[in-house]
């Protein structure tokens, strides 16, 4: 049998804080895995092994424990068929959608053009791929994810807004984005900015910040050794400069250890937002060479 719970309901259970539950089930100590509507799932006897072991007596909630073989069966699922895959890897979330419009409430452009989160969901449920495509909303989304965090039944709603992008020819997704994913396997930087302009400016910052400031500081590039990379978002050297300064002066008050690429330094993966795999996957394998290479402990990621 499989036991269903709430994080919230069995940290209050065992007297520990919900956080105590999340950690516990990330590191394994709570064999558990995510269930429908921010639930989660477990074996029975690895339930009551843990009430045991808090010396707690199992609880039996009016729905917390389901027979496996329902559990395994689910709910129908919907085939959603596009180009031969489907929309949505598991398509049994398209039932726990209850369109209370929750999700439309907490998103920023909820109504610019019609856009809301529930049309995206049950036109996705319903079948209708080519409308999906074909639609501007996909691209209006700025995936910042508040219809997921405000959604009470935890539809992976900007999973499928990125899968529906990845879906899109690539000579069809929006034009910026698409220049953005090139120049950045071709050029290093969403932007295009050439290495020896790139290289230029942050000597330039560097030598500003020494004067104005930081007595002796240079932008260090290509540093071995140092503490941490760091990453820039290339509208900050193509429009706002001065911006980076604010990130050195920490630095240099903090004493701490940091290091630009000169290569593939862009810190900002567009091909996340245009829902192409292959080239998100291309950029940080880049910049993980760029850690290795440098020998570097953290990341700092501008995004």
């Known amino acids: 049998m499989i036991y269903e719970f709430r994080v919230i309901d069995l940290a209050e259970e065992f007297g520990v804080h919900r956080n105590t539950i999340r950690n516990w089930i990330k590191s394994g100590a709570i064999p558990a895995k995510e269930g429908p509507g921010r639930r989660y799932l477990m074996d029975w006897s690895d339930y009551q092994r843990l009430c045991e072991k808090f010396g707690k007596t199992p609880r039996m909630p009016r729905t917390g424990v389901v027979q496996q073989s329902e559990k395994e069966q689910g709910p129908p699922a919907i085939e959603l068929e596009a180009a031969g895959s489907k929309i949505y890897p598991d398509a049994t979330w398209a039932d726990i959608c209850l369109t209370c419009g929750t999700c439309a409430s907490a998103c920023p452009i909820a109504g610019v053009d019609g856009l809301d989160p529930r049309k995206i969901v049950r036109m996705a449920a319903l079948g209708l791929t080519d409308e999906l495509m074909n639609t501007d909303w996909i691209w209006k989304c700025t995936m910042c994810a508040k219809c997921e965090e405000a959604c009470p039944m935890d539809v992976k709603i900007v999973q499928l807004i990125r899968k529906i992008r990845s879906m899109r020819p690539r000579d069809q997704v929006p034009g910026p984005i ?30 500003e910040l020494a004067e104005e400031c930081c007595p002796g500081f240079s932008t260090p590039v290509d540093v071995r050794g140092s503490r941490i990379l760091v990453t820039v978002n290339s509208k900050e050297p193509f429009a706002e400069p001065e911006d980076m300064k604010w990130w050195w002066k920490i630095f240099y008050a903090a004493g701490e250890s940091w290091t630009i690429s000169s290569e593939n330094w862009e810190g900002v993966n567009w091909g996340l937002f245009s829902g192409d795999d292959e080239a998100l996957k291309t950029i940080v394998g880049r910049i993980v060479d760029n850690m290795k290479r440098l020998n570097c402990e953290g990341l700092l990621l501008p995004e």
């Open 178 to 207: 698409h220049k953005g994913v090139v120049n950045c396997l071709e050029r290093g930087n969403n932007l295009g900015i050439p290495k020896d302009d790139f290289l230029f400016l942050l000597e330039d910052l560097g030598d």
